[in-house]
């Protein structure tokens, strides 16, 4: 059994530093010649700024979930209160790439009203609406910069209106939708028409990031509150049985299954209540693709 745990340990190692690297072991499924698609689990990803496929997301997780529970196994003496805990550490992955990647679609969309005003000064100064966005893959906010950093070589390849497209798929996200659209509008018009449509743009997209804010910051305590009342009977239940004695016992016995079990069974239907009403959907996005149609899937 010890060998069997420690040989569980080192492979899950492996695993885990490899996903996090981006060295893991792969099997390539796919037939020769086929071109691959970005489907929304690997957007997910990339949105969330890691270079890792799907399967080596899934590996990463399940990873996490075994080394949890041969720690916690070890500790307590009793595989069945490690289950819990590990399917916990299992979701940590997810939840914490989910995290990343409402950071960064929340530090894009609060960039865009310097962004559009960096592109009024530029058009204000003589250039063009292709060149001010030029400009901003180079000198704009830092987030726009990584956004746009395709984007003049894009529009020398394929015209401005289609880099704009592009980048707006790469962001996939209904504000920066909204604000891409006019961008394609304001080109496809031109004279002086553009620093109108910028200006009003200004102003929506400033309204727009604060109401985002607002409805993030109301809803952050009560997600808060709902986790830690769903994870500390289990570190309780952990701290009680990490000694030999009656705990460890009981938990042990028959009597000691049904209740892990019937505490799994709530705490996975409290888990998925909490979940479900915390969750928030987002806006749908009315100028994406099929593939990317709400701002907040999961992989």
Not at 60 to 69: Q, W
Not at 224 to 236: D, E, G, T
Request: net charge positive.
């Amino acid at each position: 059994m010890t060998l069997l745990a420690g040989l569980l340990v080192g492979v899950s190692l492996f695993l885990v530093a490899g996903c996090a690297t981006g060295h893991a072991p792969r099997v390539r499924l796919r037939r020769p010649g086929a071109r691959p698609q970005v489907g929304r689990r690997q957007l997910w990803l990339d949105q969330a700024g890691v270079g890792l496929t799907p399967r080596q997301f899934w590996a990463t997780s399940l990873g996490a979930g075994a080394v949890a529970f041969v720690v916690v196994w070890g500790l307590t003496g009793t595989p069945l209160v490690a289950l819990v805990p590990a399917g916990g550490m299992a979701t940590l992955p997810a939840a914490y790439f989910g995290r990343r990647r409402r950071a960064r679609l929340r530090e894009v969309q609060a960039s865009w009203p310097d962004g559009l005003r960096d592109l009024i000064a530029s058009i204000a100064a003589g250039r063009s609406l292709a060149q001010s966005l030029n400009a901003l893959a180079s000198s704009g906010p830092p987030p726009l910069r990584d956004a746009f950093a395709r984007f003049p070589d894009l529009g020398r390849m394929l015209g401005t209106v289609p880099a704009l497209e592009v980048v707006k798929e790469d962001l996939s996200d209904p504000t920066s939708d909204r604000v891409i659209e006019v961008l394609i509008l304001a080109q496809q018009r031109g004279g002086q028409i553009v620093r109108e449509i910028l200006e009003d743009l200004v102003v929506a997209t400033t309204r727009d990031v604060k109401v985002l804010d607002e409805i993030e910051t109301e809803g952050l305590e009560m997600k808060i509150n709902a986790r830690a009342v769903l994870v500390l009977p289990w570190l309780v239940l952990v701290a009680l049985t990490v000694r030999a004695g009656p705990f460890r016992d009981f938990y042990r016995s028959t009597g000691g299954l049904v209740v892990v079990v019937m505490a799994g069974v709530m705490s996975v239907v409290g888990g998925l209540l909490i979940g479900r009403l915390a969750r928030d959907d987002g806006e749908q996005r009315v100028f994406g693709s099929a593939a990317t149609i709400t701002s907040r899937g999961r992989p």
